[in-house]
C-alpha cells in the first residue's frame, strides 16, 4: 500500500482553492469548486476529490476550461431553465442551476433544467444533497454517447460508446442524511480506476477490459486502451442511453455522428403534494424500517442510500482525509508551477469556521 498524508477539509479547501485562483480563477468560483472537491472526500468518494486538480489545470492551460466563466441562461419558463456553462467549471455551474432549479420549483412544484457547454461537474450527489436539504426531490444525469464517444461498451458491443454516464436521485430526510442514490452506470466510475492507479491496487473483477478485449484488474490495462463494462449488463446500457437522451434536451446532438450528450436536472417540491415535514418524517421511518431487517450472514446491518456518505463524512471530519502520496505529489508540482506553498499556513479561518469545530 502506497504512503499517504493525513490532511484536515480546512487545508484541502485551502490548496485547491489557492490553485485555482492563481490559475486564473475567480476567487468565488474557486471557492466553490474546492468546497464540492473536499465534500467529495468527507462524502468518502476520493474518485471525485482534489485528484482531479491536475486534470482541471491541463483543461485551463489548453484553453478548454474557462476559470473564470459565469454560466448564462438561454431559455426559461416558469419551470424550466436551458443554461449555457459557457466552457466554465461544471461544479460552479452546477451549484448555480440547481439553486436556481429549486427557487423555480418552489414557486411552479418542479423546474427541469439542460446544462450544455460545461466542464466535469464533479460527484452529482453533491447537487442531490442540495435539493434535498431545501426540501425537494430530484434527479440528475450526465450523459455523453455514439460511436466511439466513450470508454464504455454497449451490451454485446465490442467498442466503447459511452461516457460513465452517472445518475444522482436525492429524497429530503430532515435529517443530515438524505436518501442519495449517485452511481455510474458503468460498472465503475473512471475516477475509481484513478484512486486504485494512485494506491497500487487492483481493481474488482468484472469491471474493465483490456485493449484485447479480456478481462482485467489492472488500472493500468484501461488507460493502455481498454474499456468499461455497463453494470447490470443490459440494464445499466439502457440507463446510460437514456442519460444521454436528457442530455439531449439541451439541443446537443450531431445528427451526423449519432452522437448526444448533456448534463439534466430536476427539482421536485414536495410541499406542493404534501407538507414536507410529514413527508421527511415518513421517509425516515420508512428507511429505518428497511434497515431494521435483519442482517443475511457475512453482513452487520443493512444500510440505505445515504448512510455511508453520511458516516464517512462525520468520520473524515474528525480524523481527516488520506490523500495517495502520488496525488500529493502532483498537488505539489501544480503549486510550485504556479509559484504558490501548499503548506498549512495556507489555510484561512474562514476554512476552519466552514467545516465546523471537528475539522
Given at each position: 500500500m502506497e504512503k499517504t498524508h493525513l490532511l484536515q477539509a480546512p487545508h484541502l479547501h485551502a490548496i485547491a482553492r489557492n490553485i485555482f485562483v492563481a490559475a486564473g480563477t475567480t476567487r468565488h468560483i474557486a471557492e466553490d469548486v474546492a468546497e464540492i472537491l473536499v465534500n467529495a472526500h468527507l462524502a468518502g468518494h476520493d474518485s471525485h476529490g482534489l485528484l482531479r486538480v491536475p486534470a482541471y489545470l491541463r483543461g485551463i492551460d489548453a484553453g478548454h476550461l474557462k476559470p473564470a466563466a459565469e454560466p448564462e441562461i438561454l431559455a426559461e419558463s416558469p419551470n424550466t431553465l436551458h443554461i449555457d456553462g459557457q466552457r466554465g467549471f461544471g461544479h460552479y455551474?452546477?451549484?448555480?442551476s440547481i439553486h436556481k432549479a429549486i427557487e423555480?420549483?418552489?414557486?411552479?412544484?418542479?423546474?427541469?433544467?439542460?446544462?450544455?457547454n460545461t466542464g466535469h461537474i464533479g460527484r452529482l450527489g453533491e447537487y442531490a444533497e442540495a435539493a434535498a436539504s431545501a426540501g425537494c426531490i430530484s434527479l440528475i444525469t450526465v450523459g455523453n454517447g455514439g460511436r466511439g464517444a466513450g470508454p464504455t461498451v454497449p451490451y454485446g458491443g465490442a467498442e466503447g460508446a459511452f461516457g460513465t454516464n452517472p445518475i444522482a436521485i436525492g429524497v429530503p430526510t430532515g435529517d443530515d442524511s438524505p436518501f442519495i442514490v449517485d452511481y455510474a452506470t458503468s460498472m465503475i466510475a473512471e475516477g475509481k480506476i484513478q484512486v486504485a492507479r494512485s494506491k497500487g491496487i487492483d481493481l474488482p473483477e468484472g469491471c474493465i477490459l483490456d485493449k484485447n478485449g479480456m478481462p482485467s484488474t489492472t488500472p493500468a490495462d484501461f488507460y493502455d486502451g481498454g474499456a468499461l463494462l455497463a453494470f447490470g449488463k443490459h440494464k445499466g446500457y439502457a440507463l446510460a442511453m437514456f442519460t444521454c437522451l436528457l442530455g439531449g434536451l439541451a439541443g446537443t446532438f450531431d445528427l451526423d455522428s449519432g452522437r448526444m450528450n448533456g448534463t439534466f436536472m430536476q427539482a421536485i417540491d414536495v410541499n406542493a403534494f404534501t407538507?414536507?415535514?410529514?413527508?421527511?418524517?415518513?421517509?425516515?421511518?420508512?428507511?429505518?424500517?428497511?434497515?431494521?431487517?435483519?442482517?443475511?450472514?457475512?453482513?452487520?446491518?443493512?444500510?440505505?442510500?445515504?448512510d455511508f456518505e453520511s458516516r464517512s463524512r462525520k468520520k473524515r471530519l474528525k480524523e481527516g482525509i488520506e490523500i495517495?502520496?502520488?496525488i500529493y505529489n502532483q498537488l505539489q508540482e501544480c503549486a510550485e508551477k504556479l509559484g504558490i506553498s501548499i503548506g498549512?499556513?495556507?489555510?484561512?479561518?474562514?476554512?476552519?469556521?466552514?467545516?465546523g469545530p471537528l475539522s
Open positions: 455551474v452546477s451549484r448555480w423555480k420549483a418552489k414557486s411552479a412544484v418542479s423546474c427541469s433544467v439542460s446544462i450544455s407538507p414536507v415535514e410529514d413527508y421527511q418524517k415518513g421517509v425516515r421511518a420508512f428507511l429505518d424500517g428497511i434497515k431494521s431487517t435483519p442482517p443475511a450472514q457475512g453482513f452487520d446491518e443493512v444500510l440505505v442510500p445515504g495517495p502520496d502520488t498549512e499556513d495556507t489555510i484561512e479561518e474562514d476554512d476552519k469556521a466552514h467545516y
